[in-house]
């Protein structure tokens, strides 16, 4: 199955410091989305952005699908930036639309 | 505007027990799938259904059983459960249509002793 890979696993910043995290994937896919699980473990959504950049904020995203990556920005990082940012690739395949996950970054934002 | 709602939040089970978890949308989504997430881990799919009636496994089924009656409901049962099942599971929700991102639920934290 296609693999996911995010990195940094682990990152921790202090209050107003800018991050960008990544994601590769060892295929083509149909779709990607980024997660953000806040401390409390629900999912939020991020970005929907299976090519190109989309901003929402503080935070902005590019995938480039020809190359198999993508990477989320964070600006000027806040205390609730902190939790794990998820990674997850989507291959349509016939009426399945299996998530695959990466492991995660763990993000800490220091006050 | 409820979106994706599971329950219980949380529940403790023995070993040997069943139970079903509980998952509603109210957002008319075709797609539905319900995954763990299991400690230092992302999500894995266990079953997914594309509309009424029709369901089908995910990576790791093995344990888990579904149905699709409503096009809202998409409850998860636990036949006997056993201590590799403890995880948080998590229902989501989608069209099926080409561009949509998958919704998800809260979240049932389940422990089996």
């Known amino acids: 199955g296609i693999q996911v890979e995010q990195s940094p696993p682990d990152l921790i910043l202090q209050e107003g410091a800018n991050s960008t995290l990544r994601c590769n994937f060892s295929?083509?896919?149909?779709?990607l989305q980024w997660f953000h699980q806040n401390p409390w473990g629900q999912l939020i959504n991020l970005f929907y952005?299976?090519?190109g950049t989309k901003q929402n904020g503080r935070l902005s995203a590019t995938t480039v699908a020809t190359e198999r990556y993508s990477l989320l920005y964070i600006s000027s990082s806040q205390t609730t930036d902190s939790g794990v940012y998820f990674c997850?690739?989507?291959?349509?395949?016939?009426?399945?639309?299996?998530?695959?996950f990466g492991s995660g970054t763990q993000l800490t934002v220091l006050p | 505007n409820a979106g994706v709602t599971q329950t219980p939040k949380f529940q403790v089970l023995k070993t040997g027990q069943s139970m079903t978890l509980q998952c509603a949308q109210d957002?008319?989504?075709?797609?539905m799938s319900w995954y763990r997430q299991d400690p230092g881990m992302g999500l894995r799919l266990i079953h997914y259904?594309?509309?009424?009636?029709?369901?089908d496994q995910g990576e790791v089924p093995n344990g888990y059983n579904v149905s699709r009656s409503t096009t809202e409901d998409f409850p998860l049962r636990l036949l006997s459960a056993a201590p590799s099942q403890t995880s948080v599971y998590f229902c989501?929700?989608?069209?099926?249509?080409?561009?949509?991102?998958?919704?998800f639920g809260d979240g049932t934290r389940l422990s089996i002793l």
């Open positions: 989501a929700s989608s069209y099926l249509r080409q561009g949509s991102s998958q919704h």
């Open positions: 295929d083509s896919v149909n779709n």
């Open positions: 952005i299976p090519s």
């Open positions: 997850a690739v989507v291959r349509v395949s016939g009426s399945a639309r299996q998530l695959t």
């Open positions: 957002m008319n989504h075709e797609y």
């Open positions: 259904s594309v509309g009424a009636g029709i369901t």
